[in-house]
């Protein structure tokens, strides 16, 4: 059974006006959903040419490590797309260092090393699958460490 949504009455079916208030009934609309925009995916603040022509360039740190962020840096410093993928690929360095220097020190624990090298290999993915992003074309900010606040 439906319900006015003025006034709360009961309606009958197929009623185009509510018979205790007369608001006209629009029962067969219903709210369009709302369409879910990724905060993490920046593609469409870039122009679709610079990402075709950069494509490779924003590829390099992924794939060369330091050697490629200097040579993305050297190449096209001029790409936003490129440049995005560098900060993002900064960010990962920094939290590589950051294990590294935290089982470096507390390296006399056995817990903290194994710790550090499961971060590792976790970040090692998240370099995949940032890689593989830029081969679809797409720039989003890589899984937890996208969502640390240095490097915008």
């Excluded at 439906?2 to 009455?9: M, R, T, V, Y």
């Excluded at 185009?16 to 905060?39: F, K």
């Excluded at 603040?45 to 075709?52: G, P, V």
């Excluded at 679809?136 to 969502?147: H, M, N, R, S, T």
Aim: net charge negative; proline share 7%; hydrophobic share 50%.
């Amino acid at each position: 059974m439906k319900f006015c949504p003025n006034c709360g009455s009961p309606l009958e079916e197929g009623a185009v006006t509510c018979p205790n208030c007369g608001d006209p009934l629009t029962l067969n609309a219903e709210p369009a959903p709302a369409s879910y925009v990724d905060p993490m995916d920046h593609t469409g603040e870039f122009d679709a040419a610079d990402i075709s022509e950069n494509k490779v360039i924003a590829m390099l740190p992924y794939i060369l490590g330091i050697a490629g962020l200097i040579i993305a840096l050297l190449a096209r410093s001029d790409s936003p797309y490129a440049k995005f993928h560098v900060r993002q690929y900064l960010k990962i360095c920094v939290c590589e260092a950051i294990v590294a220097i935290c089982s470096a020190v507390l390296c006399w624990t056995i817990l903290v090393p194994l710790a550090g090298g499961i971060c590792v290999i976790i970040l090692l993915v998240i370099r995949i699958i940032a890689f593989f992003q830029i081969c679809k074309g797409l720039a989003k900010e890589p899984a937890i460490v996208g969502k640390l606040g240095f490097l915008k």
